[in-house]
């Protein structure tokens, strides 16, 4: 594989399967602290 | 506009959580179109480079058009042609129904490919492929797609996908997709696993990630990369919109769009890791590896269901992976179907059906004008140009109702209202601007470049003619214009009644 691909796919990789993972834990911390307040307001 | 009132189909049921609904989105963006057409799109415009305005086109047409999906139907709370009505107004409907007409014809010769993927994994799973060639697996293909055994899978797929809607939101389409997506990451991670582990398999990835920035010069790359980021993530089919309307209150629409965008193309990316280092792996060269994942074949499936069954038989573990492979493809095509049924069910609903009439009158309906795409090919690819073509339309005419509403409006209102990252101005500009431009751009070139490949574009008989996207499309345009008011008073009527 040359250093192209290789510098490529990391950018790549990082932008889609990164941010997918980041989406993802900002949506499963969004989602404990609505829990966490409606358990407060409860 | 015509608000919704009460209305008894739409009030009782929601996803019963965030997750859930992410997982249908997920299931619903994450089709064939990721595992069979990406990687050969992607090898047909430039390998790696396409990679650059694939990901640009996500920004200025997917994920802003599932915004808008997202804010009509959570805010609506009807299908697509009630939220057509409800924000563009009463003279709106029919392209509505336009959008829900492309997306139900699609489900047509969807159900027939969906039939194809359970049959593919069962006769890989029973060790049916091997021994053969790509001959022999090419003869074996021809023969399922002009029999009556391709009816048999068609039917198979759609009774399956009719049972699911008719359960419902939670008991249905929530407790398949909880399953169905999260094995289809895992499948795809250990093929992606598996085939890089295989000696050559590298040169795959190779030529998935090499960027030859010269082929951006090309217009075909840049449009190609429309289309298919278009077809590949729904944004604009009305799918978006129809299972939005089952979203709890408050929920972060910005967020929810964005992770249905990038897991997409997550998902696409994976794809491509199995299938170009599969075929680099186990073909005699690079060259011949090369030609092979740039090969449409019959109906543009020549790599998947020809090649593929024959590369896993040389391949070590072959046995294991043939059957995975064909396994995701099917969940796949089975979440993306079921949407697709909903959305049908939805719109009929609205009418006033039960869920059930309407689940059993879809699924005969589909079953019925599936029958010419399950028993010729040639209908099956002139259907799938004419309906694929009339996508963009519909992304199209999402961007009008949302300038006639306000887009604004949309953004202030409805996206960054309850939500935890607001968006900007660039929102206003993408979908009042940059989506309409766009769209001329597309359809301009599309035409001009069907002119130039077939002689007779004049003829509506021919499959990849102009004349027949025209004639069809046109024809359904034409009815709907017609039965405008009808259908404004029919869905106000539902809702006066209820």
Not at chain 2, 90 to 97: D, E, F, H, Q, S
Not at chain 2, 398 to 416: E, P, T
Request: aromatic share 14%; net charge positive; proline share 3%.
């Amino acid at each position: 594989m040359t250093v192209k691909a290789i510098i490529f796919m990391i950018i790549m990789l990082g932008i889609f399967w990164g941010g997918f993972i980041c989406l993802i834990a900002l949506t499963a911390k969004f989602e404990r602290n609505k829990k966490s307040r409606k358990n407060v307001d409860d | 506009m015509t608000g919704p009132k009460k209305d008894t189909n739409s009030k009782k049921e929601y996803f019963s959580s965030r997750w859930m609904l992410l997982a249908s989105v997920l299931g619903m963006a994450i089709g064939t179109g990721n595992i069979w057409r990406f990687p050969r799109i992607l090898a047909q415009n430039g390998g790696g480079a396409f990679l650059i305005p694939f990901s640009i086109f996500l920004f200025i047409w997917s994920i802003p058009l599932i915004m808008v999906e997202f804010s009509m139907g959570s805010k609506s709370r009807k299908g697509v042609i009630g939220s057509f009505i409800y924000f563009g107004g009463k003279k709106t409907a029919w392209m509505g129904a336009f959008v829900a007409f492309c997306t139900i014809a699609i489900t047509f010769y969807y159900s027939v490919v969906t039939g194809w993927c359970i049959k593919y994994f069962i006769v890989s799973t029973i060790g049916g492929f091997r021994g053969l060639d790509t001959t022999a697996v090419s003869e074996s293909f021809s023969q399922l797609t002009s029999s009556w055994q391709s009816v048999g899978f068609q039917f198979l797929a759609l009774m399956t996908g009719c049972i699911i809607i008719y359960r419902g939101i939670v008991h249905g389409i929530e407790k398949v997709n909880r399953i169905l997506v999260p094995s289809l990451f895992v499948i795809l991670v250990i093929g992606a696993v598996r085939v890089i582990t295989l000696p050559g398999g590298v040169l795959g990835l190779n030529f998935l990630f090499n960027p030859d920035f010269t082929s951006l010069k090309d217009y075909n790359v840049w449009l190609e990369a429309l289309s298919q980021s278009a077809w590949s993530t729904g944004a604009g089919w009305g799918l978006v919109l129809t299972y939005s309307v089952y979203l709890k209150k408050r929920e972060d629409i910005i967020l929810n769009s964005m992770i249905t965008g990038f897991g997409n193309n997550s998902a696409s990316l994976l794809a491509g890791i199995v299938i170009f280092g599969t075929v680099f792996a186990l073909s005699p060269s690079a060259d011949i590896a090369s030609s092979l994942v740039q090969t449409s074949g019959k109906a543009s499936t020549g790599l998947t269901f020809e090649y593929l069954p024959s590369l896993f038989n040389s391949m070590p573990g072959g046995v294991v992976m043939g059957p995975l492979f064909f396994l995701a493809l099917t969940f796949a095509a089975f979440s993306s179907l079921i949407s697709q049924i909903e959305l049908g069910v939805r719109n009929l609903m609205d009418f006033g059906c039960t869920r059930k009439r309407a689940v059993i009158f879809l699924g005969v309906i589909a079953f019925v004008l599936g029958l010419p795409s399950a028993l010729a090919l040639g209908f099956f690819e002139n259907q799938d140009w004419v309906w694929g073509l009339g996508l963009i339309v519909s992304g199209f005419f999402f961007s009008i109702v949302a300038i006639k509403y306000g887009v604004d409006k949309i953004r202030r209102n409805l996206l960054n209202k309850k939500t935890s990252i607001s968006t900007g101005k660039w929102f206003t500009i993408v979908v009042s601007v940059l989506i309409p431009l766009q769209f001329i751009v597309l359809i301009s070139w599309w035409f001009a470049k069907s002119i130039s490949w077939d002689e007779y574009w004049w003829n509506p008989l021919h499959k990849y003619t102009i004349a027949t996207v025209v004639a069809q499309g046109g024809a359904v345009l034409i009815v709907f214009l017609f039965l405008n008011k009808k259908m404004v008073k029919a869905i106000e009527r539902f809702n006066d009644d209820s």
